[in-house]
């Protein structure tokens, strides 16, 4: 249960976040790109989540990297990833802040 409740969220999460760009043919220009937790991969966990969201949405996920929360805010900060799984934290916290300076229109900071 508490799987499918992780599913949905991580689902619900990305498809409200992303807005893949889409070819004449009507397929994704790119994948999207995620930074997931290590703890996530080692496990089938992520794997479950990446196939169930790829045939439900037809949105491909390619994982850029994967490890601890280190590495993945290093990825999110040099925009190499578009969605990061991440357990919360300061680092979590940190980027969000960040972003903010960025992605929201008349944010002067």
């Known amino acids: 249960m508490r799987n499918r409740i992780l599913y ?3 689902a ?3 498809l409200f976040i992303l807005s893949p760009e889409e070819k004449a043919d009507g397929s994704d ?11 996530m991969t080692m496990t ?8 169930r969201f790829e ?4 949105i491909r996920i390619d994982v850029v990297v994967t490890g601890e929360k280190p590495v993945l805010a290093r990825a999110m900060k040099e925009g ?7 357990h919360s934290s300061d680092a979590l916290s940190f980027l969000t802040a960040s972003a903010q ?9």
């Open 29 to 39: 220009a790119r994948p999207v790109r995620v930074a997931v937790i290590g703890g």
């Open 80 to 86: 190499r990833v578009d969605f990061l799984t991440m």
């Open 101 to 109: 300076e960025h992605w929201i229109p008349g944010n002067s900071r």
């Open 44 to 51: 089938p966990l992520w794997g479950e989540i990446q196939k």
């Open 12 to 14: 619900a999460a990305m």
């Open 55 to 58: 045939a439900e949405t037809g």
């Open 8 to 10: 949905v969220a991580v």
